[in-house]
């Protein structure tokens, strides 16, 4: 029997101002992935392992973040935002009642502000998480 892995939302990428990295990564995988920004693995290493599991996913990890945590703290200073896909429902011309994910960008404080009840009611995915590259320094 073959074991297939799950590499869709595996990546990162940096443009100029942010890095984004897929959510579908553990974190052992973020600290193993060079490719990664050296600032943003040292944080994960030294501020976010410590609360997490390092078999965690980083999707698991932002799905279920409390709004007192540490972390939060630590993602609001260096501006991370959170891409996540959520079911809405749309009418259409004719009145038929469409289902169809959307893809949104919300902020720390937006994301911990829902409750995992009402996340798990909006069939809420989380994609990606960005962070501004400028706001790493200062970490």
């Excluded at 501020?47 to 409390?66: M, W």
């Excluded at 259409?92 to 469409?98: T, Y």
Aim: with cysteine; net charge negative; proline share 4%.
């Amino acid at each position: 029997m073959q074991k297939t892995v799950y590499e869709d939302f595996k990546y990162s990428m940096q443009d100029v101002s942010r890095v984004y990295v897929g959510c579908k990564y553990s974190f052992e995988e973020l600290l193993d992935d060079d490719d990664l920004l050296f600032k943003f693995r040292l944080i994960v290493e030294r501020y976010i392992l410590p609360e997490a599991d390092p078999e965690d996913t980083l999707e698991t990890h932002l799905y279920y973040l409390g709004p007192e945590s540490f972390v939060v703290k630590l993602y609001k200073r260096i501006k991370a935002r959170v891409k996540v896909s959520v079911i809405e429902e749309k009418k259409s011309l004719f009145g038929k009642v469409k289902r169809q994910y959307v893809t949104k960008q919300l902020t720390m404080d937006e994301l911990v502000g829902i409750p995992p009840e009402e996340k798990e009611r909006q069939g809420m995915v989380i994609q990606e998480l960005s962070v501004s590259k400028l706001a790493l320094t200062s970490v």
